[in-house]
């Protein structure tokens, strides 16, 4: 691998960088060796992972190898420094001058753990392979005793297991301990969370403790962001950050994220039943407990607590419940300074000095609740746990320094909400405030200071802070935000070329109706279907993968509705089949598999998938290629602008203004939340430096100065404003053809199904055609595999995500093919009737294809003088004059079994069934009229044409002369 000097640090990288890495890793570096905080953009596909872990690795392995050196220079030395001398008295150059004293580690932090495994494979991928790596999870992910892991409720499974744990009647927690030294643990493989699990089974051993033992030895740590972030979750998993360097990645959601670790809410309900719960326990104490007993609560399991401390904790929390319940609210709530909550809990009794024998004391009460309760219906301490969070987080600091911060950094928001009234679905928990005899109180205390969490970090003296991201533009009302001095900062260009991209304002729409979606243009009907006429045109000309965004559900639904009505929404489906971004989760993965599948059907001219800004579909999936070739963003998704929250977030940045006026205003922050959430929908389409795709802005607003100025820097200098939406069309049909002619044709790899709890290993081989490859993505294989030629991917040979078309073709003559080769049938009936073992073979019928299409191809190139470009839709308005060349006429392949497997490549699953028992017909009763008209509809077109003539050598002696004379007058229109 190469190796590059940067900033005076050896970096050693995969290939040779392109300048936005270098200048990435270069700033990397310096915010490393100056113990500065950096806040660094790279677009996607610039290889922003790759960069930031060589650099950091780099950089790591020369610490330690400068404090190892300085650790035996203090040892052996008699001129060591007194402060080194004493350090190294205490332990420090203990192990032969391997020290750990002061040895900096890594903290890699991102939002979900399916991103964290994608950094953790390309890790794997480079020469620091060889580092000492793990990564922290959840026991959702990595419990593996049989019955806490059956727990569906994810408070009651840690308590089952710190009980098991503490009371050392869990067999595999118990085995941690002879077993983390293990060669299969302690390797020299990286282990992900599913490879934690497979060598947990394999030894019988928690996953779970085996991280945490890992973790104390390791170079570099993998986290979500709620276990830095999260006072709690730090705490819980033993997350040291003195002296160690702190990497964000996808940092775009971090202001989010710390607001919401730091925040909570709490209804009148919850007190409530916190009181039942702890009545129910209090009848074990009871003088006449066997009388009275509950039935489902095993009153044999151990007490952490007496009956006096019920009786104290219930009139505590009685205390609570009136205290909240003499608030003055009005119908539009009632809001207090952050400082209030310690007041509300005082005169509950709870403060300072007590509050960590209450949190105690109820959490005693929910690991018995959830042990002893033989129910499984029976509740289990939700109640208890809703108030140690409060506690928990209200106490997470005690200083006065700490509670000065409070009253700055929250406000305490109270209002009334119908038990019957759900929170509205636009992602941001607005709520319905009433004011009737059937409404609960909801106690909010907010946070609105991302700083308040950065500054908690920098409280645990970590060394560095690296917040990093494809979409953080416009930096400085970010590092406003952050509140943490930030000494280094980036804004890498993309590596995409001009001819890769095209960006368009579309300011009204072929009816010339103007398109805006403020909120009081939502409703026009008028509007809506100019809009749904936009994305019909546009349709036409925009091959494969199409991505619409709305800004919110509700709007989603409103337009969904009125395109079905006058007819929009059947003619865009005639189109590319729509996929429709579902609000819950357990359907999305079949939802995006479908359409992932649509783009590969040869049958389809693509898909079109409407989402949601903010939404599961703009935040973390990769579109790469035919998956989406041009995103539309439909409005701006601002925040609801009568949200409490969103209310009191822009006063407190208003009263932040009045002591500093270069502070974030409230406007500017509503603003900006709108255009991150469409810089991030926008950062779905272009992912690699070979990529193209088209953006495509459907409101005029998107044409203020202001509005621009925070869009991706990379995508600034692209903006065009559409004029003539005609003209516009055409400019964009005129690119796409461009584009395809110019650039390089993705290049083809087997791919699996979108998972998004990584129950999928990376690296797990992946069974096609009955041979196993090695995976080293989740997308699924585009169109190009199932309709292109090889012949159209000049590269093919290079190795891409370990994955060749070489690679494809070695493996297809290996003994494992033929091992799972039917043999030579003489008679199609027979191949027929074992089809379902061709299954297995499907991808070496593929790759047959391809061969004779590729040979074809090239024979045909090589007669051509200019070779024209099929226009993408409007083809009545484009069409090329100059035909190519004929390609000469495909052969039927000689062999029965690889002729049916040609024919199930090609047909869609009914239309095999159908020529099935077309088949079987024929056989039966000899009908020849019958089953040439079947086969006429199934094969008689230019695609297979050649199988359909290959079809004389399976009929009937007396008949094949008739099909020949048929098959000679058959001619299509070119």
């Given amino acids: 691998m190469p190796e590059v000097m940067i900033g005076g640090i050896p970096v050693d990288f995969p290939f040779e960088?392109?300048?936005?890495?270098?200048?990435?890793?270069?700033?990397?570096?310096?915010?490393?060796?100056?113990?500065?905080h950096a806040l660094l953009e790279s677009p996607t596909g610039t290889g922003k992972t790759l960069s930031l872990l060589c650099s950091t690795l780099a950089w790591l392995l020369v610490k330690k190898a400068q404090l190892q050196m300085n650790a035996q220079v203090g040892v052996f030395s008699e001129h060591a420094s007194g402060s080194l001398r004493d350090s190294l008295k205490s332990g420090a150059g203990k192990g032969k001058g391997n020290i750990s004293w002061g040895m900096p580690k890594i903290i890699y932090s991102s939002r979900t753990h399916s991103q964290l495994t994608q950094a953790m494979q390309e890790l794997?991928?480079?020469?620091?392979?060889?580092v000492r790596a793990t990564v922290l999870g959840s026991r959702d992910q990595m419990c593996i005793h049989p019955e806490v892991s059956k727990e569906s409720n994810n408070m009651n499974k840690i308590n089952m297991c710190q009980l098991k744990v503490k009371s050392k009647t869990c067999y595999f927690y118990n085995n941690v301990d002879t077993k983390k030294d293990d060669r299969s643990v302690k390797g020299n493989e990286i282990l992900d969370i599913e490879d934690l699990v497979t060598v947990g089974k394999k030894l019988k051993c928690c996953p779970y403790y085996l991280s945490k033992e890992l973790k104390q030895d390791a170079d570099i740590i993998f986290m979500p962001y709620n276990y830095l972030l999260d006072p709690k979750s730090r705490k819980a998993n033993g997350v040291d950050l003195m002296n160690n360097v702190v990497i964000l990645d996808e940092a775009h959601n971090v202001e989010k994220m710390c607001e919401e670790s730091a925040s909570l809410q709490i209804r009148s309900t919850d007190i409530a039943i916190c009181i039942e719960e702890i009545t129910y326990v209090m009848r074990s104490f009871s003088e006449n407990s066997e009388e009275q007993l509950d039935s489902t609560l095993d009153n044999s399991q151990p007490k952490d607590f007496t009956c006096d401390d019920l009786c104290v904790l219930k009139e505590i929390m009685l205390a609570l419940e009136k205290a909240v319940d003499e608030i003055k609210v009005s119908s539009e709530g009632a809001t207090f300074p952050g400082g209030f909550i310690f007041e509300l809990l005082s005169q509950a009794e709870i403060r300072d000095h007590n509050q960590m024998a209450i949190i105690t004391l109820m959490s005693n009460l929910i690991t018995y609740l959830s042990t002893a309760s033989a129910s499984p219906f029976q509740r289990k301490g939700v109640g208890l746990q809703k108030i140690v969070d409060l506690l928990n987080v209200v106490f997470s600091g005690t200083t006065h320094t700490y509670k000065e911060r409070v009253k700055m950094c929250y406000k305490v928001h109270v209002h009334l909400e119908d038990k019957k009234v759900k929170k509205n679905s636009d992602g941001w928990g607005a709520l319905k405030a009433v004011s009737s005899k059937s409404a609960e109180r909801v106690?909010?205390?907010?946070?609105?200071?991302?700083?308040?969490?950065?500054?908690?970090?920098?409280?645990?003296?970590?060394?560095?802070?690296?917040?990093?991201?494809?979409?953080?533009?416009?930096?400085?009302?970010?590092?406003?935000?952050?509140?943490?001095?930030?000494?280094?900062?980036?804004?890498?260009?993309?590596?995409?070329?001009?001819?890769?991209?095209?960006?368009?304002?579309?300011?009204?729409?072929?009816?010339?109706t103007p398109l805006n979606s403020n909120y009081q243009n939502r409703d026009n009907p008028v509007y809506i279907s100019s809009l749904g006429r936009t994305i019909l045109s546009f349709c036409r000309v925009v091959p494969d993968g199409l991505l619409v965004f709305f800004p919110s559900y509700p709007i989603m639904n409103k337009c969904q509705e009125a395109w079905q009505a006058d007819g929009i929404w059947s003619n865009i489906s005639n189109i590319k089949p729509i996929f429709v971004e579902p609000q819950r989760k357990d359907t999305f993965n079949s939802i995006i598999n479908d359409f992932y599948s649509k783009i590969c059907d040869p049958s389809t001219k693509g898909a079109c998938f409407m989402a949601v800004c903010r939404g599961k579909v703009s935040e973390g999936l990769d579109f790469a290629d035919m998956?989406?070739?041009?995103?539309?963003?439909?409005?701006?998704?601002?925040?609801?602008?009568?949200?409490?929250?969103?209310v009191l977030k822009k006063k407190y940045l208003e009263e932040l203004r009045v002591n500093n006026k270069e502070l974030l205003a409230g406007d500017e922050w509503y603003s900006l939340e709108a255009t991150r959430a469409v810089n991030q929908a926008i950062g779905r389409?272009?992912?690699?430096?070979?990529?193209?795709?088209?953006?495509?802005?459907c409101d005029s607003r998107f044409n203020s100065p202001k509005l621009k100025s925070q869009l991706s820097a990379w995508l600034r200098d692209h903006i065009n404003v559409s004029t003539r939406f005609g003209e516009t069309v055409s400019e964009i049909c005129r690119f796409f053809k461009s584009a395809e002619a110019s650039l390089p044709s993705p290049k083809l790899k087997p791919l699996l199904p979108y998972e998004s709890n990584n129950s999928v290993k990376d690296h797990e081989l992946n069974k096609i055609g009955g041979v196993s490859f090695p995976i080293t993505s989740t997308r699924l294989i585009n169109k190009t595999a199932t309709q292109r030629s090889v012949s159209q991917y000049p590269n093919s040979n290079?190795?891409?995500?370990?994955f060749s078309m070489d690679f494809y073709k070695n493996v297809q003559s290996s003994s494992y093919v033929n091992e799972f080769k039917p043999k030579q049938a003489k008679d199609l009936f027979n191949v027929l009737d074992n089809s379902k073992d061709l299954t297995q073979d499907i991808t070496q019928s593929l790759v047959s294809i391809h061969k004779r299409e590729a040979e074809a191809t090239v024979t045909s190139v090589a007669k051509r003088k200019k070779l024209k470009i099929k226009p993408f839709g409007f083809e009545e308005t484009l069409k090329t004059e100059e035909k190519p060349s004929s390609i000469p006429d495909k052969v039927a392949p000689v062999s029965l079994v690889d002729f049916v497997k040609e024919i199930k490549v090609l047909l869609l699953p009914d239309q095999y069934k159908q020529f099935q028992t077309s088949i079987s017909c024929y056989r039966k009763d000899g009908d020849y009229q019958i089953f040439i008209q079947s086969l006429k509809g199934l094969l008689e077109n230019k695609k297979t044409l050649y199988l359909f003539k290959g079809m004389k050598r399976f009929l009937k002696e007396e008949h094949k002369q008739c099909f020949q004379e048929y098959c000679d007058n058959i001619s299509f229109d070119s």
């Avoid at 989406?628 to 969103?646: C, E, H, Q, S």
């Fill in 798 to 802: 290079e190795v891409y995500a370990d």
């Fill in 685 to 697: 389409v272009i992912r690699h430096k070979n990529d193209y795709g088209a953006i495509l802005l």
């Fill in 443 to 512: 106690l909010s205390y907010w946070c609105f200071s991302p700083g308040f969490g950065m500054k908690q970090l920098l409280d645990q003296q970590v060394k560095t802070i690296i917040l990093t991201s494809g979409t953080l533009a416009p930096l400085k009302p970010l590092i406003s935000e952050l509140g943490i001095p930030i000494d280094v900062q980036l804004e890498n260009p993309h590596i995409v070329k001009g001819n890769q991209i095209c960006v368009k304002i579309i300011s009204q729409g072929p009816d010339n």
């Fill in 627 to 646: 998956n989406g070739r041009a995103v539309i963003i439909t409005g701006l998704p601002f925040p609801p602008l009568k949200d409490p929250r969103i």
């Fill in 17 to 36: 960088p392109y300048d936005v890495q270098k200048a990435y890793m270069e700033k990397v570096v310096e915010s490393l060796q100056n113990n500065t």
């Fill in 124 to 130: 794997k991928r480079t020469s620091y392979r060889h």
